[in-house]
């Protein structure tokens, strides 16, 4: 029983991180493997989107419909099996929709919290410098480095307020 115990606790190990490049070349290899189905025939674009938002129990009752018809079959050139089938891998793709988006925005939120900490240590790194630049050993070397960050700090700065238009009230017209 201890054996069993202690294999229960040994952590598995950590999955090997990979590269944004890693990432994509995963990704378009996992497009290549994704199947699509037949295109629709040539139609407006405003009548394909309302395609997609065909009521679940309109569909249902449809499949059904073709169930009981032979001739349906034949007109559609398709049974009501193909049909299930078609809606059944349409309820289990939107799975691996949810589960991509989930992905994408762990990707965003992971990116944006580098561009956190990058900005972060820039800033503290600016004041840095310009705490350095008083001892006068640290000054000659830093100087120009500081002065560029002056110029393209964006934080801290000032806006600059625009002209106000002349603020003397013009005089009302006289009458007369």
């Not at 990979?18 to 378009?28: C, K």
Request: charge should be positive.
């Amino acid at each position: 029983m201890a054996t069993m115990t202690q294999q229960s606790q040994t952590p598995s190990p950590a999955p090997a991180m990979l590269s944004p490049e890693q990432v994509v070349e995963q990704l378009r290899a996992l497009r290549e493997q994704i199947p699509m189905p037949d295109s629709l025939p040539a139609m407006p674009a405003a009548r394909r989107r309302r395609l997609g938002h065909v009521d679940a129990q309109f569909i249902i009752a449809a499949i059904n419909a073709t169930g009981v018809s032979p001739a349906v079959q034949t007109a559609l050139g398709r049974t009501d099996e193909d049909l299930r089938q078609e809606s059944d891998a349409s309820d289990r793709w939107t799975a691996a929709i949810d589960e991509v988006r989930a992905l994408l925005q762990s990707l965003i939120d992971a990116n944006l919290l580098r561009r956190q900490r990058i900005g972060l240590a820039a800033l503290q790194t600016y004041k840095i410098c310009e705490q350095l630049a008083r001892d006068g050993t640290q000054a000659p070397r830093l100087a120009a480095h500081i002065g560029e960050m002056k110029k393209l700090n964006k934080f801290g700065r000032q806006r600059r307020k625009a002209p106000q238009p002349n603020s003397q009230p013009t005089p009302a017209p006289t009458g007369g």
